[in-house]
């Protein structure tokens, strides 16, 4: 079969397809505006649904089925495309649609990373100006790079996607609640609840809406395709096992502070891992939006640079699936769930510490100053606890002349001034709610 008939055939398995009916995801994209919009997450954490919710409203709005087309390039008849033969992917569509030229056409590529030089394609597209509306999606940071941004400078617009938020989560399963009176309400209870058991699995959406499957099994295997299909495979890996235990030892030991170095002591017995090695090995974690680094805030970047740095994971429930004995330690789960969610909400975000190593778990950063100081503390029963997470806090107002900082705990509410500061006390399950403005 020639490249046109592979492209008609796809094309008309789309128009006969029906679109599934899910849940809206909390993401505004403007699907009206000329430029190319970007959609960047991990594998599975339901960017291809997005898509349909964008397409379902275009319906919505009376826009035809056959000026719409959705494309999902992992789709082995489209392996491999060239940028010849993608090229007529555009005039078969319109040759099939009997569409004129001035008929705006709703391009939807799904997974483009797996496509060569996409972006040059993609540019040439909007700059030939062929009334094509173009959305993509993928799994890879480097749609975001240097190199890509820079090519497509004032043409693209990127949203950043996330498995469910806590918010998201309750919405699916039905729980209503008003969120000025949630601490007092007979709600809490069922929040509180459903809160343990997103802690537990997570928010990838398949977990979600099949919940008779097992999870573990399910997030073990999108563990396994990440590592494997989009950085092994990709970037052609020539340790794959050392590679991977690299990477659970990593989920298995988030929040704690780390350096290349140190890490590659870990590994020394394989010898043919070096430091290098261990930073390209990190980066690549990162670029498939499985891991995040954190990095020590610093107005100087050489000292940032120099410090150790804190690994976090994309989602608890991955956490919870695939490393060594971390779903016993709640208070390291709380930290990575609160930093997930202030990236969710587009914070760039630090740590801090002192020269007599009191710290600060979370420095949030707009522009050129700090935003939020915030401790995550499952338990503040112990007093000795208690007090060193107190310290830290305020050794961080005092450092960055900030008069308020918060206490992430399990179930405390209330706030207390110290030394002339305000600190404030809020449970986790409330928190994420408050920082979504959910009412």
Request: include cysteine; charged fraction near 25%; glycine fraction near 6%.
């Amino acid at each position: 079969m020639d490249t046109k008939e592979k492209l008609k055939s796809v094309i008309v398995e789309w128009q006969g397809r029906a679109l599934p009916q899910l849940q809206k995801r909390r993401y505004e994209l403007n699907i009206d505006v000329p430029h190319v919009n970007d959609i960047v997450g991990v594998r599975r954490c339901g960017k291809t649904y997005y898509m349909y919710q964008l397409i379902s409203e275009l319906l919505d709005k009376g826009v035809s089925k056959s000026n719409i087309l959705y494309l999902n390039l992992d789709d082995d008849r489209l392996q491999p495309l060239n940028g010849d033969e993608l090229q007529l992917l555009i005039e078969t569509f319109r040759e099939m649609q009997e569409a004129s030229e001035e008929a705006r056409l709703y391009l939807f590529l799904d997974e483009i990373q797996n496509f060569p030089s996409w972006e040059r394609w993609v540019k040439g597209i909007y700059d030939r100006k062929q009334n094509v509306k173009i959305v993509i999606s993928g799994s890879n940071a480097s749609l975001l790079s240097q190199d890509i941004s820079t090519l497509l400078t004032g043409r693209h617009l990127s949203t950043r996607m996330f498995p469910f938020s806590f918010a998201e989560f309750l919405e699916y399963h039905g729980v209503g609640y008003d969120l000025k009176t949630l601490p007092y309400s007979e709600d809490r209870t069922a929040v509180k609840r459903r809160f343990n058991e997103y802690l537990e699995k997570g928010g990838f959406p398949e977990t979600i809406v099949y919940a008779a499957v097992q999870h573990r099994e399910t997030l073990q295997s999108y563990f396994d395709d990440i590592i494997h299909r989009d950085i092994i495979s990709r970037y052609g890996i020539r340790n794959p096992m050392i590679f991977k235990d690299l990477a659970l030892f990593c989920i298995s030991n988030i929040a704690k502070p780390h350096t290349y170095n140190s890490l590659k002591k870990l590994f020394a017995s394989h010898s043919s891992l070096s430091t290098d090695a261990i930073i390209n090995y990190i980066a690549y974690l990162e670029d498939a939006f499985l891991l995040f680094s954190v990095s020590h805030y610093d107005e100087s970047l050489k000292q940032q640079m120099n410090k150790p740095r804190k690994l976090y994971c994309i989602d608890t429930g991955m956490i919870n699936a695939v490393s060594f004995k971390l779903s016993s330690d709640i208070g390291r789960l709380y930290e990575n769930l609160a930093f997930i969610h202030l990236l969710r909400l587009g914070n760039e975000v630090y740590y801090w510490q002192d020269l007599k190593g009191l710290e600060v778990d979370f420095v949030t950063k707009q522009g050129l100053s700090p935003t939020q100081l915030i401790q995550v503390c499952s338990d503040l029963s112990d007093s000795q606890t208690k007090e060193r997470e107190i310290n830290g806090l305020l050794a961080g107002m005092k450092h960055f002349k900030m008069q308020e900082g918060t206490i992430i705990t399990a179930d405390t509410f209330g706030e207390e001034e110290i030394d002339g500061r305000r600190v404030r006390y809020v449970p986790l399950w409330w928190w994420l709610l408050e920082g979504e403005n959910v009412n």
